[in-house]
């Protein structure tokens, strides 16, 4: 593997059925197609369905469907959404997903606040913290500062954080991920796909560490690609990386326009897979690859496949490059009725809405401290202290508590079920992407875990 290098920020460096079919049983998404919301609220009762858009900032109260009494009656939720805010398509729309599957299956009522820039995150946090929900979700790790500080003032208050990095705090639950692992599936994958001495790409949002992570897993997943087709192939395998990132700052996950231009400049590099883990900004980067491949001769009539492919990032994102929604997206409209292929080859998920329903759960059964007390179970690699963040100054050992983490076993990381673009994977793709998962879950394949910026 080589590195070319370019001006500015960025620095230029890859299923088995068997696999298909683990990922969708563990990982299944859907897609919200929110617009965006700029500082707003809301507010729910308990229901088993609900009408609420966060696009409002009215109160809406919805009415259950059921006679049985939901076992979340009389609890609460609130939750701080991240500057990307609604509508981003991952990160913050599925963290989204999980308050309303809470709302909707246990009857818990809900509350929400949408920052728009990180300034205003302690006034949002402060005013749930009034209106003494019994679960109060931070989402995204700049909220570190302000759920440490409402924590220790706090501590009859039970909060919990997406992607948080502050532990051994018995009132505050970090919900973390192995994102690494489901990016060195997809750069295996990618590598594979890409072909001998092809060119991949990977667009981050901010250059930051749960980023970075995202970068090194992709990396270290094409790498050991490389080795693995040499090896099996008899000969040298070489894929070349290119690395980009839209901002150092936060609005970096929130740039469309900067995704379509970073998207346009990586194709001329040669990019021919682009991995995007950079929010709502990836969007921008999926129409400059959508109309590249239209302008270049591709059509969803095509039976070859496309010229430059996407990867999409925390929840499926595969149904933008179908036709129906990629043309609508063009005019602001929406589309049903999605039908293959796609130009978006498969999303790396995070399944963020599956841990802020899960801690919420506990809540309601009054199981929020088993995670406390269990820590081998529920994170252990925290608690032994093999992880490279397991303290909140990044010392090792440190056996930390108050972790709950989310990784392939759990069906939480790793590609989706390529409904849109199963016909267009390679047998060796099928093989590497198979290979690699088994790796990794029978252990035999370790994906470092890397916070740190790297070349390749």
Known sequence: MHLQSRNGISTTTGVAIVVVL?????????????????????????????????????????????????????????????????????????????????????????????????????????????????????????????????????????????????????????????????????????????????????????????????????????SWADSYLAKMEGTSYNTTLDQVYDSTGFNGFADPSGGFSNGQAMIARGDTIIFTAAGGTGIGTFNAIGQYDQQHGWSWTNTTAPPVWAIGVDANQDYYGTQQYFSAAQQNKTASNLTPPSFVLTSEIKKVDLGVFDVMKWVTEGNYSGLWNNPTQFAPSFFNGQTQLCGSSGSSPCYVRGVFLLGLKQGAVGPTSFQYTIQFLTPTAKRVMAQITAGILNGTITVPENYGPSSS
Do not use: C
């Open 22 to 222: 683990l990922i969708v049983a563990a990982g299944a998404y859907y897609f919200i197609g929110y617009s965006s919301g700029t500082g707003t609220s809301t507010t729910s009762s308990s229901s088993s369905s609900t009408t609420s858009s966060p696009q409002t900032s009215t109160t809406t109260t919805t009415t259950t469907t059921s006679s049985a009494p939901l076992p979340g009656k009389g609890y609460s939720i609130g939750v701080v959404f991240d500057v990307g805010g609604l509508g981003d398509r991952g990160f913050n729309d599925l963290a989204y997903q999980g308050m309303m599957q809470a709302n909707k299956t246990l009857g818990v009522d809900y509350k929400y606040q949408v920052a728009t820039s990180t300034t205003e995150i302690p006034s949002l946090f402060a005013t749930l913290i009034s209106d003494h929900l019994s679960l109060i979700v931070g989402v995204g790790f700049d909220d570190d500062q302000a759920i440490s500080q409402y924590a220790a003032q706090y501590p009859n208050q039970k909060f919990a954080q997406v992607d948080g990095d502050i532990y051994n705090v018995t009132n505050l639950i970090a919900i973390k991920y192995q994102e690494h692992v489901g990016s060195a599936i997809v750069g295996a994958l990618a590598a594979a796909l890409a072909g001998n001495g092809g060119k991949i790409g990977f667009l981050g949002g901010v250059t930051t560490g749960i980023i970075y992570k995202f970068w090194n897993g992709w990396k270290f997943g094409a």
